[in-house]
T-cell receptor, first 115, second 112 residues
Framework: GAVVSQHPSWVICKSGTSVKIECRSLDFQATTMFWYRQFPKQSLMLMAT?????????EQGVEKDKFLINHASLTLSTLTVTSAHPEDSSFYIC???????????FGDGTRLSIL | GESVGLHLPTLSVQEGDNSIINCAYSNSASDYFIWYKQESGKGPQFIID?????DKRQGQRVTVLLNKTVKHLSLQIAATQPGDSAVYFCAGHGGSQGNLIFGKGTKLSVKP
């Protein structure tokens, strides 16, 4: 149990394009979902925490208008990278948990490459 | 401040040997810790967790030890196998919303 699906797994697009990444909890309802960014050979850096039905909480230094998060249901959260540029290229990973302070279960990530 | 860090960036062990991966944390208020395994190109996979009211927890071939006195966490893998090769992260709960703070990661390589 506790499967999280992330889509797409890989995307390449031109600079200036907006890219939407979906995160779904397949077999449980996720009160909270998290979005991370990971650069090669580095650890995961939390970008934002998303609670169903409310606005996401962004970490310091993460631009809200650049990384739009929507958590419209207990099984789906989306991250939209708006007007993406090459410096936005990274591995984006989502996670979901049933309740606060419960184990987070991760998707398999989305590799975003902006040309 | 809150931080979770790892002592060693890489660890190489012989197949069949036991592996020990260490982690230190700085926030004494952290009450929940998790070890994750991340294979190349994939998301982190939950291995085992421990709450601060415990000092040891065992799973299948894995044991987590928590020493709150020195703020140290370790993951022991028994009879390490090639399939255990991955990057291992410790993470601690440091925020009010249940967000995790991840350590830098240790890359475990298992030699056949």
């Amino acid at each position: 149990g506790a499967v999280v699906s992330q889509h797409p797994s890989w995307v390449i697009c031109k600079s200036g394009t907006s890219v939407k990444i979906e995160c779904r909890s397949l077999d449980f309802q996720a009160t909270t979902m998290f979005w991370y960014r990971q650069f090669p050979k580095q650890s995961l850096m939390l970008m934002a925490t998303s609670n169903e039905g409310s606005k996401a909480t962004y970490e310091q230094g993460v631009e809200k208008d650049k990384f739009l998060i929507n958590h419209a249901s207990l099984t789906l959260s989306t991250l939209t990278v708006t007007s993406a540029h090459p410096e936005d290229s990274s591995f984006y990973i989502c996670s979901a948990s049933k309740r606060v302070r419960q184990p987070q279960h991760f998707g398999d990530g989305t590799r975003l490459s902006i040309l | 401040g809150e931080s979770v860090g790892l002592h060693l960036p890489t660890l190489s062990v012989q197949e069949g040997d036991n592996s020990i991966i260490n982690c230190a944390y700085s926030n004494s208020a952290s009450d929940y810790f998790i070890w994750y395994k991340q294979e190349s190109g994939k998301g982190p996979q939950f291995i085992i967790d421990i709450r601060s009211n415990m000092d040891k927890r065992q799973g299948q071939r894995v044991t987590v030890l928590l020493n709150k006195t020195v703020k140290h966490l370790s993951l022991q893998i028994a009879a390490t196998q090639p399939g255990d090769s991955a990057v291992y992260f410790c993470a601690g709960h440091g925020g009010s919303q249940g967000n995790l703070i991840f350590g830098k990661g240790t890359k475990l390589s298992v030699k056949p």
